[in-house]
């Protein structure tokens, strides 16, 4: 009963066509002719659950999602991405190497967030420190891991430079 803040979690589990949920859900033949025949070149995917009575979808997605998208490209993709950009725009059936597993993508905000307008800097997160902790402890530094698993965005650049 709120804002509407979107997505603000996915958890996704990488594998390739032959695993069986891709075979029983994305490569139906009445998918892949759609597909084929519009020629349709990108990210699709279908979301939904594993339920005891099997898969159920909740909507096809024929786009870049967020926050999918930042873990489908920047964690979960061994291939490069811009060839793989380049590849999808220019309609070049290429093969690309994905981590398989286990992966999850969090978005952490701040005040104001969900609201965009010009506010009073009390009414925003401008001048707070965004806090680095390691088991229940807040540090100076991200630690190595830290530093190649968690992506800032949206940050000005005096909040960087508070946590770096």
């Known amino acids: ?22 075979q029983d859900i ?3 033949e009445e998918i892949v002719k759609v597909l084929k025949e519009t020629e349709y070149r990108g990210v699709f995917d ?17 786009r870049f999602g967020v926050p999918a998208t930042s873990y489908e490209f920047i964690e979960g993709l061994k291939s490069k991405t811009g060839e793989l950009l380049a590849a999808m725009a220019m309609g070049i ?18 005040k104001p967030f969900p609201v965009e307008s010009d506010l009073m800097d009390d009414a925003t997160s401008r001048g707070e420190k965004l806090w680095i902790v390691k088991g229940s402890k807040p540090v100076k530094e991200f630690s190595k891991d830290q530093l190649e698993h968690i992506h800032l965005e949206t940050l000005k650049k005096l909040m960087m430079e508070t946590i770096r």
Do not use: R
């Open 46 to 62: 279908i979301n939904g659950c594993l339920t005891k009575d099997g898969y159920v979808s909740f909507e096809a997605t024929s």
């Open 1 to 22: 009963m709120g804002e509407t803040t979107g997505e603000m979690g996915t958890l996704f589990y990488g594998t390739d066509e032959e695993h069986s949920l891709v």
């Open 93 to 110: 059936d290429t093969p690309i190497e994905i981590q398989k597993g286990w992966g999850m993508v969090q978005v952490v905000v701040a």
């Open 26 to 28: 994305l490569m139906k």
